[in-house]
């Protein structure tokens, strides 16, 4: 069932994506060569503490992996898709490359984003990688309207990567949020015809989040049970938003 959310609701909302925004930049300001993704970590961890937030992911568990994720981060770095968790021992380097995502629950609601960084002096093709994600993330949210379809955002994802060269990651999706992390509908980067496409309405908020490989779609997880990697070990990039569906336009409640 998709729960729609009334302006209240959407307000409280915009409160836990504006905390989320101002993590990641914070962040952002820190991804440089030396940093390792534990610093990231406890940075982000104090940040949420001191606006009384309780982190997202810390604690979140799926049947997959039948252990509990035990950061507030998601640190993936190169071949990394999602779900790469810090380390004292995963210290950035020049050419590096790293997606951080990350959410917060205050006051009952949810926010979620996630960005992707260069460190030092990267490749054209990982910056590029970087620029495509970003540019189909942007076109995906433009599509975020009342009377549009679901298809309109995954077929819009899909088009700009292809494009250009690059595969979505098809094992992992965006999502509906709200008073829950992972809410209804499920929202691939692609148009799966087996799954469902209802029209996108008013009150409906989404964490779209593109999921971009350099080379092949394939994924595989690591050991720990949470690392997903690019099967070809090729670079991955994510960016992610969560988006409410309102008369006005998409309004994206994890950006000033």
């Not at 940093?35 to 049947?63: C, H, N």
């Not at 898709?81 to 990350?102: A, E, F, N, R, Y």
């Not at 469902?196 to 994924?219: F, Q, Y």
């Amino acid at each position: 069932m998709i729960v729609r959310k009334n302006m209240a609701e959407l307000e409280k909302m915009r409160c836990s994506g504006l905390l989320v925004w101002k993590i990641l930049d914070e962040l952002r300001r820190m991804v440089g060569e030396g940093v390792s993704t534990i610093d990231l970590e406890v940075t982000a961890e104090k940040m949420m503490t001191d606006a009384g937030a309780r982190p997202a992911f810390k604690g979140y568990s799926t049947p997959a992996t039948g252990t509990k994720f035990p950061f507030v981060l998601c640190t993936s770095v190169n071949d990394e898709i999602v779900h790469g968790m810090p380390s004292q021992k995963k210290v950035l380097k020049s050419g590096d490359i790293i997606s951080i995502d990350t959410g917060v629950q205050l006051n009952g609601y949810y926010g979620d984003s996630a960005i992707t960084v260069g460190v030092g002096e990267v490749s054209p093709e990982a910056r590029r990688l970087m620029e495509v994600t970003r540019e189909s993330l942007e076109m995906a949210i433009e599509k975020a309207r009342p009377g549009n379809r679901l298809f309109d955002i995954c077929g819009t994802v899909e088009r700009h990567v292809t494009a250009n060269g690059f595969s979505v990651v098809r094992e992992f999706v965006g999502h509906g949020i709200g008073t829950q992390m992972h809410e209804e509908p499920q929202i691939p980067n692609y148009v799966d015809r087996r799954s469902e496409n209802p029209r996108l309405k008013e009150g409906m908020v989404l964490a779209i989040e593109p999921m971009v490989n350099a080379g092949k779609p394939g994924s595989r997880v690591r050991p720990d049970k949470w690392t997903a990697v690019t099967e070809d070990g090729k670079y991955s990039a994510h960016f992610e938003h969560t988006v409410a569906i309102t008369a006005e336009g998409p309004w994206v409640l994890t950006r000033p």
